[in-house]
């Protein structure tokens, strides 16, 4: 069975870092590309990063460049922030995509498996 778990998630201050994980398994995370969604609340979910399988290739949203990183290790999938501020505020969620080149991540409906979200508050 296919699973993604979220972690990571809670309250930080304006212009602090958290990081978030999202633990794989039931699949082979070398096939699979990887995404960060958010939604905050009374929006559409939005593609936040993406990160391939075989190359490490990353992409970012526009809103989150330069102060997101993602990466990969092992079975695991992270998502660093830094420099928060309350746009950022929402449920993350972490969400693969059966095709190891990102082409879903701006889409979030066309991911195949999702994850059940983690919570960030950006206190001002």
């Known amino acids: 069975e296919v699973q993604l778990v979220e972690s990571g998630g809670g309250l930080v201050q304006a212009a602090g870092s958290l990081r978030l994980s999202c633990t794989t398994s039931g699949f082979t995370l070398d096939d699979y590309s990887i995404g960060w969604f958010r939604q905050a609340p009374g929006r559409a979910r939005e593609g936040v990063a993406c990160?391939?399988?075989?190359?490490?290739k990353t992409y970012y949203s526009d809103s989150v460049k330069g102060r997101f990183t993602i990466s990969r290790e092992k079975n695991t999938v992270y998502l660093q922030m830094s420099s928060l501020n309350s746009e950022d505020t929402a449920i993350y969620y972490c969400?693969?995509?059966?095709?190891?080149?990102?082409?879903?991540?701006?889409?979030?409906?066309?991911?195949?498996?999702w994850g059940t979200g983690t919570s960030v508050t950006v206190s001002s």
């Open positions: 990160i391939t399988p075989n190359d490490g």
């Open positions: 969400a693969a995509e059966t095709l190891p080149w990102c082409s879903k991540w701006t889409e979030p409906d066309g991911m195949d498996y």
